[in-house]
């Protein structure tokens, strides 16, 4: 496997609420992109962090956000759930080369009811 | 028009066939280039990165035309264990910064025994 982790597995939400996603990197990457993968499609960027600053976003509102964390695990937060916000939610780490494999974790599937 | 695109499938084959998939990118100045395999309801998994000289491992190659933007895999002798869905990857394609992986939508395969 991997190392990188993810929780929770599972969410379900309804519009409008909040939540806080988690990723914890494989062990010495310092680079932690998210994605977002609708049914049938394949991921979409959402935004990347390198060394706790957000380092390239992709075409997502600002009701989406990040942090990273001094031990390079990271965060996504989403505000004011749409139905459309329903997806598996992955996280890859690196070491932030720009050519360098990024290592995915298992995800998280959201259902927003 | 998608920055990768690919042949959605599905790809239905005998075990033992040799199976080709193919893929387009759109912006000329991506710097490297993955396939990825995806099981269901899984994360995605390197395969492989696919250079210019073209690349081998085992049954799979992958060959990359930039002057085409095309990038193709060959799988060789196929077993039932390869059914996934393909993702072709292009790293630093979309404005997103060099570091955003590109996903493709992914070719689903099916190998029947």
């Known amino acids: 496997e991997t190392g990188v982790t993810q929780s929770p597995t599972h969410l379900i939400k309804t519009r409008g609420q909040q939540v806080t996603l988690r990723c914890s990197s494989q062990?010495?990457?310092?680079?932690v992109s998210w994605y977002q993968q609708a049914l049938g499609q394949g991921p979409q960027f959402i935004f990347q962090?390198?060394?706790?600053?957000?380092?390239g976003r992709g075409n997502f509102p600002p009701r989406f956000s990040g942090l990273q964390f001094p031990n390079y695990s990271s965060e996504l937060n989403v505000n004011a759930l749409e139905l459309d916000d329903s997806a598996l939610y992955l996280c890859?780490?690196?070491?932030?080369?720009?050519?360098?494999?990024?290592?995915f974790g298992p995800g998280t599937r959201l259902l927003v009811l | 028009r998608k920055e990768v695109e690919q042949d959605p499938g599905p790809f239905n084959v005998p075990e033992g066939a040799t199976v080709a998939f193919n893929c387009t990118y759109s912006?000329?100045?991506?710097?490297?280039f993955f396939w990825y395999r995806q099981d269901c309801r899984k994360e995605p998994k390197l395969l492989m990165s696919?250079?210019?000289s073209g690349n081998e491992d085992g049954r799979f190659t992958a060959q990359l035309n930039r002057a085409s933007q095309y990038i193709s895999l060959l799988i060789r002798d196929s077993k039932l264990s390869d059914s996934a869905t393909y993702l072709c990857?292009?790293?630093?394609?979309?404005?997103?910064?060099?570091?955003?992986?590109?996903f493709g939508s992914g070719t689903r395969l099916q190998v029947q025994p």
């Open positions: 890859a780490s690196s070491l932030g080369q720009p050519q360098e494999t990024q290592y």
């Open positions: 062990s010495g990457h310092n680079t």
């Open positions: 962090y390198y060394r706790e600053e957000e380092n």
């Open positions: 912006n000329s100045a991506s710097q490297s």
């Open positions: 696919v250079y210019s």
């Open positions: 990857v292009v790293n630093g394609a979309g404005g997103t910064g060099r570091r955003a992986l590109t």
